[in-house]
């Protein structure tokens, strides 16, 4: 999931319930997905990245979709039916108060959006990338309309990320503690009914918090005025969840690329798959279940520059200095600050895709070398059970 910030047209910004926030702490405003949003405050992308990784940080991230569905004959097992066939995942063994990653597919076996689904007890919550919460409300109407409802929420949405993150939020909502990764959970804090999922797009651990509008900057505020927590703009955003090997939509993930081909195959459960109970059923299940049975002509992987200069997005990657046809494309690209060197990911053909490999990115009319890498590039601190990963 996630939105990388991009040039936009002079249309009327909206802005989220924190902007009066970040224009009071100092935050470099840009256009991103239809929003005015933070892109850095005053340490800068570096620092507010190291600072997550090593204390906690708090991201604005009520540019995404919230969005409900709820089965008309009030049972969720209904709605989670009704769900899978949009995504290629288990929704149905999806156990109340848990959340699972998901993918919406077309008849292509492309990816429309990715997406979290949360199973709430009486209906899911779904959250959605910016960019594509008004096409995904629309196709979840489209298609399920017959047997659910389908409503927009409008709430705050903020994530707090980082090996602090707990400390700081258990100062507020001590219920958050014995929460484990993926968990879902009402808790109030400072007298608001929120939503907590233990889960972000960093790969620290943290929480992602839903909160009502109107009490958003409050409790913002609150969490702030803990001297371990540092706001976070979207360019650190960025750059944690490329080290995480984490997937941008619109960049490592679109319409042309299923999700065999961008290393999702885990997200979709054995039941799903040739043979399971619930084989198929979602937009293009015959393409995606080939593939996962039989591969794929690109994969995607983690690619490492030599030297210190980024590659970035959309530079095109070859086999050799000799060869006059490129063999695939840099899907994201930066420095990572923890990783203390250039990281980017891409897509590549299988027999390129082994650890180690050389391929060569071309930046500027130059070559290139860059290595293939394992992923992620920082080893995730998920909190599972009693303990934190790895």
């Known amino acids: 999931m996630s939105d990388r910030p991009h040039a936009e047209s002079a249309a009327v ?7 009066a926030l970040h224009v009071a702490r100092g935050a470099r405003m840009v256009p991103f997905a239809g929003y005015e949003m933070p892109v850095q405050y005053a340490a800068g992308v570096l620092k507010e990245h190291l600072h997550t990784r090593a204390a906690a940080g708090l991201f604005d991230v009520s540019h995404m979709g919230q969005i409900v ?18 995504v290629p995942v288990d929704v149905l063994g999806l156990a109340a108060g848990r959340q699972r990653y998901a993918v919406f597919t077309n008849d292509d076996g492309g990816i429309l959006d990715d997406l979290m689904i949360a199973h709430r007890g009486d209906h899911l919550l779904l ?16 298609h399920l309309s ?5 409503e927009r929420l409008d709430r705050a949405l903020i994530a707090l990320q980082g090996p602090k993150a707990e400390a700081v939020l258990a100062r507020l909502a001590p219920g958050c503690a014995d929460m484990t990764f993926m968990d879902v959970r009402p808790l109030d804090i400072l007298g608001a009914s929120c939503i907590v999922t233990r889960s972000g797009y960093t790969g620290e651990d943290g929480f992602e918090i ?13 969490l702030l005025d803990d001297a371990a927590v540092m706001p976070i703009g979207l360019g650190a955003r960025d750059s944690l969840r490329l080290e995480a090997g984490l997937c941008l939509y619109g960049a ?3 319409q042309t690329t299923t999700p065999v081909e961008a290393g999702l195959s885990w997200a979709i459960q054995n039941v799903r798959r040739r043979g399971g109970a619930r084989e198929g059923g979602f937009p293009g299940a015959r393409i995606i279940l080939d593939q996962i049975d039989s591969g794929t002509a690109r994969c995607r992987v983690g690619l490492l520059a030599e030297g210190r200069a980024p590659v970035r997005a959309g530079a095109q990657i070859f086999a050799s200095d000799a060869a006059t046809e490129p063999i695939g494309t840099v899907t994201s690209g930066g420095f990572g600050p923890t990783a203390d060197r250039p990281v980017a990911m891409g897509y590549v053909p299988p027999a390129l895709a082994a650890p180690g490999t050389t391929v060569l990115a071309e ?14 590039f920082v080893e995730p601190k998920f909190k599972r059970g009693n303990r934190r990963l790895p």
């Open 146 to 150: 017959d047997t659910c409802d389908v």
């Open 69 to 86: 569905v709820r089965a008309k004959s009030g049972r969720t097992s209904d709605a989670a039916l009704a769900l899978e066939r949009l």
């Open 210 to 222: 839903s909160i009502p509008e109107d009490r958003a900057p409050e409790i913002a505020a609150a």
């Open 13 to 19: 910004l909206a802005r989220t319930p924190l902007h």
């Open 127 to 142: 959250v959605v990338n910016a960019a594509c919460k008004d096409v995904d409300e629309a196709h979840l109407n489209a």
């Open 252 to 254: 490592d993930l679109d």
């Open 363 to 376: 930046v500027r009319g130059k070559r290139l070398p860059m290595a293939v890498a394992p992923l992620p």
